[in-house]
């Protein structure tokens, strides 16, 4: 029998379970690139459209486990030596984790962790685990790919119309008793006519360019493979072939790569100053692929006019981390993926990938990141070790 450990974020502050908005949640018969959603065995253990990823929501595990004898560990308690995660660490045989509030595996962790077989990552983005670490090991590392791939292309989209038409402040001084429009507008623009780069175009990127496509913008995208030209004909987009080149180009530019040694801090002082002055930045993929005070320096000299994201280093950022209170950004905790619809597939995808482990079963080469000791499937297509 084995031991799952399962770190989820801590229970709304007014009680589990909350009150819905809404009674249900609409159902998607397949991803975009005709990826099949999560098919786990059986009924998974919760409603469609319930706060699963919280603490009492247990990802709606709880059922089947003990139902086939294994022990289960749900905890927030995830940083430091003193934690529930580390004491509970050391004869866990498969770690649980979601990237809006990572319990780090760390190359220390790593160590004390004797009987890890798998890292589960309830969403998509394995960087809070070393991968070098986990390879070497031989652990298995895992999400569940396109899960929630499209509730963060829509955030991107959000992000970009609230800091080109000014819409957080705004909102501010009607919330205020205010009426000032000239301080509204005096920083509002229209997006039609920019041009809109994105980092990566994988499953994220490509889905922020179709969305944003009626809006009239020029596109652009920039990765390491070009896209299929029909692609790029049905679009319109410029490729350029490296970060520098795209963001001398563009209005507006959103990060969308994985973040592993190669990606981290892409974007420093050298890259800002290549950005035209009023740019904005949207980085919806992670935190640490920005310098954190770069990007502060940036926003105080005017070189951005704007940053938004949901993305910090490390999670949950401190009170103090500059980004909160830096002047016209659009941040939120990283919240775009755990939208409750996305709930609802991740956790149906967590459910099969521990079947395929818990019963000698292969998991699907899509979910897998790292795997015998190499990265492996999706992994091995948009991460780097180095
Ligand atoms: P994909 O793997 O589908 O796409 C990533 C793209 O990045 C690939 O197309 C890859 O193309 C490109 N890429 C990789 N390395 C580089 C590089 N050095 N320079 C330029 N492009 C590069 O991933 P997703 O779109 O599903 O997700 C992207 C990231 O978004 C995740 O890794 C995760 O960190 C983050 N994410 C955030 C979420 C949130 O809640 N905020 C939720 C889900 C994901 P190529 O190989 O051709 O370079």
């Not at 798998?118 to 396109?146: N, P």
């Not at 209005?251 to 592993?260: A, E, G, K, S, W």
């Not at 990007?295 to 940053?307: D, F, N, T, W």
């Not at 993926?337 to 395929?356: F, H, M, V």
């Amino acid at each position: 029998m084995s031991k799952i450990l399962c770190v989820l974020y801590p229970d709304p502050s007014t009680g589990y379970p909350p009150q819905y908005a809404r009674d249900d949640i609409p159902v998607i018969s397949s991803y975009p690139d005709g990826q099949t959603l999560p098919t786990p065995r059986g009924t998974p253990g919760f409603k469609r459209g319930a706060l699963v990823g919280c603490v009492s929501g247990e990802l709606g595990l709880r059922g089947y486990l003990e139902s086939h004898g294994h022990e289960f560990v749900v905890t927030s308690d995830k940083d430091g030596s003193n934690s529930a995660f580390e004491r509970n660490l050391a004869d866990a045989h498969v770690v649980i984790s979601q990237p809006f509030y990572p319990a780090y595996l760390t190359p220390e962790r790593i160590a004390k962790a004797r009987n890890l077989k798998l890292a589960l990552t309830a969403g998509i983005g394995s960087d809070h685990v070393d991968l070098r670490s986990a390879s070497e090991r031989g652990i298995t590392v895992a999400e569940q790919t396109f899960s929630n791939s499209i509730s963060v292309a829509e955030h991107v989209v959000m992000s970009v119309l609230a800091l080109v038409r000014n819409y957080l402040p705004s909102h501010d001084y009607a919330v205020s008793g205010g009426w000032n429009i000239a301080d509204c507008v005096s920083r509002s623009y229209d997006l039609e006519g920019m041009h809109f780069g994105t980092i990566g175009a994988g499953r994220i990127g490509l889905a922020v360019l179709r969305r944003l496509k009626p809006f009239g913008v020029h596109l652009h995208y920039n990765q390491r493979h070009r896209l299929p030209q029909d692609i790029e004909a049905e679009l319109g987009l410029t490729y350029h072939d490296t970060p520098q080149s795209i963001a001398k180009a563009c209005d507006v530019l959103n990060l969308q790569v994985p973040l592993y040694p190669k990606t981290r801090h892409m974007f420093d002082d050298a890259m800002f100053a290549l950005m035209k002055r009023g740019a904005y930045l949207i980085n919806c993929a992670r935190g640490d692929l920005c310098d954190r005070d770069a990007v502060v320096r940036a926003m105080e000299s005017g070189r951005l006019a704007g940053y938004a994201g949901d993305v910090w280093f490390p999670q949950p950022a401190p009170s103090d981390h500059p980004w909160r209170h830096m002047p016209h950004q659009g941040m939120t905790p990283h919240i775009s993926g755990s939208s409750l619809s996305a709930q609802a597939r991740y956790a149906a995808g967590t459910l099969e990938i521990l079947q395929c482990f818990l019963e000698n079963r292969p998991i699907r080469p899509e979910y897998l990141i790292v795997d015998g000791g190499r990265l492996a499937g999706v992994g091995a297509k948009s991460y780097g070790l180095s």
